[in-house]
């Protein structure tokens, strides 16, 4: 069974650019959660979707947004880019089904700098 | 709402020396509670998970973990630390719904 595929793996942009990172996740698998790891912050969750609706969110500016697919592909958006949105961004399916234990499968990231 | 809290944003032992990496947790109900591992350029892997079953948990690795609901713990362990085992180690926190909560992270350093 494939896993979770992120793309592009690495991308440089400038201040004031947008970008959009895709995320493609296990077979089945209809949660799709994003997180952005930076060495000062840890891991921060920026929001998770499921069946195409988003389901909760975290604590970021509406520059970022996101939207997930009918075959469950997600997709995140950071417009008006900034230097402090350099970071790994990570994405994780999950079945969050009843009985369902919450395990998080991730994807290897995508490394986003702005310079 | 729930949080999760590692003690120590670095530890560093020698190979073959006990690995202890702390993690404490708040919750309002019984929480799912989980250990991952990240390697230098990669995403996170679980390492192990409690989910009620057993209070003592293996994982992979030959890592394991306590539940331990009076102190509020998970601690993660491993009796002999070997070199490959050094990496970055998430303590997370689900309670249901959508979205599960990360500690900042431990970096295991291990010395030959």
């Known amino acids: 069974k494939a896993g979770v595929t992120q793309t592009p793996r690495y991308l440089i942009k400038t201040r004031g650019q947008q970008v959009t990172l895709s995320c493609s996740p296990i077979?089945?698998?209809?949660?799709v959660s994003w997180y952005q790891q930076t060495p000062g912050q840890g891991l921060q969750f920026l929001f998770e979707?499921?069946?195409?609706?988003?389901?909760n969110k975290g604590n970021f500016p509406g520059r970022f947004s996101g939207r997930q697919f009918s075959n469950s592909r997600s997709e995140m958006n950071v417009s008006t880019l900034e230097l402090g949105d350099s970071a790994l961004y990570l994405c994780?399916?999950?079945?969050?089904?009843?009985?369902?234990?919450?395990?998080?499968?991730f994807g290897e990231g995508s490394r986003l700098t702005v310079l | 709402a729930q949080s999760v809290t590692q003690l120590g944003s670095h530890v560093s032992v020698s190979e073959g020396a006990l690995v202890l990496l702390r993690c404490n947790y708040s919750?309002?109900?019984?929480?799912?509670l989980f250990w991952y591992v990240q390697y230098p350029n990669q995403g996170l892997q679980l390492l192990l998970k409690?989910?009620?079953?057993?209070?003592l948990v293996k994982g992979i690795n030959g890592f394991e973990a306590e539940f331990k609901k009076s102190e509020t713990s998970f601690h993660l362990t491993k009796p002999s630390a070997h070199m490959s085992d050094a990496a970055e180690y998430f303590c997370?926190?689900?309670?249901?719904?959508?979205?599960?909560?990360f500690g900042a992270g431990t970096r295991l350093f291990v010395k030959a």
């Open positions: 994780a399916s999950s079945l969050r089904q009843d009985q369902n234990t919450g395990e998080l499968f």
């Open positions: 919750s309002s109900v019984p929480p799912y």
């Open positions: 077979s089945g698998h209809r949660s």
């Open positions: 997370a926190v689900w309670t249901g719904g959508f979205k599960t909560i």
């Open positions: 979707y499921f069946s195409e609706t988003q389901r």
């Open positions: 409690y989910t009620s079953a057993a209070t």
